[in-house]
């Protein structure tokens, strides 16, 4: 599991075209991808699973956890990112609810846009 960021911060002014707005870049795919978005109430849950492939969840509102073994959980919130390879075990849960758009594709690298943060042993960054 990986931690990225796709805040306000990390993107870049564009003003070409007369424009007046920031972009972050996340993901660019050649190949098929499936992207949808999920909405879960309080006290929701993503249940344990191995991912079928690449995946990538982006929070947009809410906060919650997630897990890749269900004994350490890691604090998520709007603007986190987060990347799990395939067949890699994982769960996310909330309490209050959150929203995400996850993005499923054999090859999604978002390293190649988006900065990389790792927690610290609290789950925190």
């Avoid at 897990?67 to 986190?80: A, N, T």
Wanted: with cysteine.
């Amino acid at each position: 599991m990986k931690f990225y960021n796709f805040n306000k911060e990390s993107g870049k002014q564009i003003t070409k075209f007369n424009s007046d707005f920031i972009m972050t870049r996340i993901i660019q795919t050649n190949s098929a991808a499936s992207i949808g978005c999920m909405h879960l109430e309080e006290n929701g849950l993503i249940g344990y699973h191995q991912a079928v492939g690449p995946q990538l969840l982006l929070i947009i509102s809410g906060e919650g956890l997630v897990s890749i073994d269900r004994k350490k959980y890691f604090k998520v919130q709007p603007g986190d990112a987060v990347f799990w390879e395939k067949d890699e075990w994982h769960e996310t849960k909330t309490t209050k609810g959150l929203t995400a758009i996850v993005i499923e594709s054999g090859e999604l690298n978002p390293s190649s846009f988006m900065p990389n943060i790792i927690p610290n042993s609290k789950g925190e960054r």
